[in-house]
Each structure stands twice: as structure tokens, then as C-alpha cells.
């Protein structure tokens, strides 16, 4: 519980190390905090440190289906790790495509459930970042007549939507 009683403290400090990643990188844009993502580590308890990047023309912090900005993520969290010692989750968002991202991703498995519903044949979506995955995942958890799972490895990975099998009894 510790950890997350750091939580403004993290969040200072990951600002820091992002602004000045920004600033070697030559990109203004302005840091600001986020609450739109959050993150439950093993005990049940929820909680993240979320920064938005904000400026004009940052496509290239974002990259190709966001690849750009989860590597940078990962950058931040490594040294969050090093200078720290916390294992806080540092979430990274860019003019706030991840959230679009989100949305968008929650639409398209709504209506590919239906089709998959419609055809009873599986269907296998393109390849997606874990995150990604798990947003499809969790849109389709409760859903009455359809079933997920994640097939292929590394960059290959992507999530297949099933009919569920009907019992006839």
C-alpha cells in the first residue's frame, strides 16, 4: 500500500524524466497528468500514474498503431524503475490517442461480435499491442455468444472472436 502513497511523488518525478526525454527530442509539448487509465497490481489495488502529452504536430510520438509511444512508455517506466525503485504503472497517452484508440477498438468488437455471431464462424482480428488486446478482451467478457482468446507470438499477436458452442441437450 506504500507504493501508492508515493503516487504524486511518482508522478512529479515521471514528469520530469518525460519533459526532458521531450526536450532531448526536440518536440515542445507540455506534460500534463491523466486520469483515464488506471492499473491493479496483485493485491487488488488500483492505481497509475497517467501523463497526456500535449503540442501540435506529435504523429511521431505515436508512430505506427502507437508502437511510438508504448516504446517510449517503456522508456519512462525503466527509468522510473532505476531512480525510484518503483514499479508503479506509468501510463503514456499522446493527444489522447490512446482513449480514441480505446473507443474505437470497444466499437469494432461490438460490431465484430455480431458478425461472428451472425456467420457462427471465428474471427481473427489484426495484430495488436497487449494493451490493445486486453481492451477487446474485456469489451467482450460478459458478451452472451461469443468467446476470446489471443493466438500467435511476439508482434503476431492478435485476438480471435468465436461463437460460443450452443449445448444441445
Known sequence: MEIFNRQSEVYGEAKKVLEKLLELMELPATVIPSDEFTATDDEG????????????????????????????QHIVRLIMAHKMDVKMPIVLDVEGYKQRRCEGLRILADRLAAQVKSRQSPFAMEPM??????????ALASHPDVYTESTGVGDGRKVVISPKKVNSY
Open 129 to 138: 499491442t497487449a494493451f490493445e488486446r486486453r481492451i477487446v478482451h474485456l
Open 45 to 72: 489495488n488500483t492505481s497509475s500514474v497517467g501523463l497526456n502529452i500535449e503540442g501540435e504536430d506529435l504523429g511521431i510520438l505515436i508512430g505506427r498503431r502507437g508502437q511510438t509511444m508504448v516504446s517510449l
